[in-house]
């Protein structure tokens, strides 16, 4: 899919959907996980493919669900360990790879600087997308001059978790607490979307598009677009990336 957002002049972006490659059930088709369990051979041809729509070179990170930042030159090698990116160098693409959660992409309005995160809870509640934006702002991208696009994750009806996760939210941010509905003696469904955009807007960007918390945009409920690891457990992954072109 393209994201449906206005792009600044020489900013692409592109998040696959899971058909399109040549992995056989249960990472059928297009998974670009290499940790998953499939054939290296399959995901290095998945690969290739998905490198070939963006005309880019995407890297991809070893991701930890942390708050690790990489700045992305053009020769940076795959398997850096961290859930955040972001490059200045044409062609190089800032990629995350996800199977529920939430990938956030990011450009500067003078198309100058790009970057992306993997926002699951952890990473999320964790302070990668300050971490991210902090390094951003260091090439010159303030949070005021950045805009947001939020890809497909799981969504609002299916992601089940434990006090501790609104608990880890709610620390800094009280208000969140209408984003945690009850579901069960100690259980509740998280909008990782809607978590997503208020540490965004807390950080002033306020230009934000793509997932609005809605079923479409639901992992776990179109298992014929995207994968999911909580859907599935054993699962591909899909990816989101941004560019330079």
Same mark, same amino acid.
């Given at each position: 899919?393209? %994201?449906?957002?206005? !792009? ?19 990472? /059928? ?5 290499? /940790? ?16 070939? *729509? !963006? ?5 991809? #990170?070893?991701?930890? /669900? ?6 992305? &030159? ?17 062609? *190089? ?26 926002? $699951?809870?952890? @990473? ?7 971490? !991210? ?17 939020? @890809?497909?994750?799981?969504? %609002?009806?299916?992601?089940? *978790? ?9 620390? $800094?941010?009280?208000?969140? &607490?209408? #984003? ?8 509740? !469904?998280?909008?990782?979307? @809607?978590?997503?955009?208020?540490? #965004?807007?807390?950080? @002033? ?28 457990? *054993? ?11």
């Amino acid at each position: 899919m393209t %994201p449906d957002w206005t !792009l600044p002049t020489g900013v692409r972006a592109h998040c696959s959907e899971r058909a399109g490659g040549i992995s056989v059930p249960p990472y /059928h088709t297009l998974n670009l996980g290499d /940790h998953v369990g499939d054939d290296p051979r399959a995901v290095q041809e998945n690969r290739r493919r998905y490198a070939e *729509v !963006l005309s880019a070179r995407p890297v991809f #990170l070893q991701q930890v /669900h942390g708050r690790g930042v990489v700045r992305l &030159a053009a020769d940076t090698p795959d398997g850096a360990e961290a859930d955040a990116c972001w490059t200045t160098e044409r062609g *190089v693409a800032c990629t995350m790879m996800v199977a529920d959660c939430l990938p956030v992409l990011l450009a500067d309005m003078q198309g100058s600087v790009v970057g992306a995160a993997h926002c $699951g809870w952890r @990473g999320l509640a964790g302070g990668v997308l300050e971490a !991210l934006c902090a390094d951003m702002a260091a090439a010159g991208a303030r949070s005021e001059t950045l805009q947001a696009w939020l @890809g497909p994750c799981i969504g %609002p009806e299916a992601f089940e *978790v434990g006090a501790e996760v609104r608990d880890a939210f709610l620390q $800094g941010d009280a208000q969140a &607490a209408p #984003l945690f509905a009850p579901h069960g003696e100690g259980k509740f !469904l998280a909008d990782l979307p @809607g978590l997503a955009r208020r540490r #965004l807007a807390a950080l @002033g960007v306020d230009a934000i598009s793509g997932n609005d918390g809605s079923r479409d945009w639901c992992t776990v409920f179109n298992p014929s677009r995207f994968f999911s690891h909580r859907r599935d457990r *054993v699962s591909g992954r899909f990816a989101a990336s941004i560019w330079l072109a």
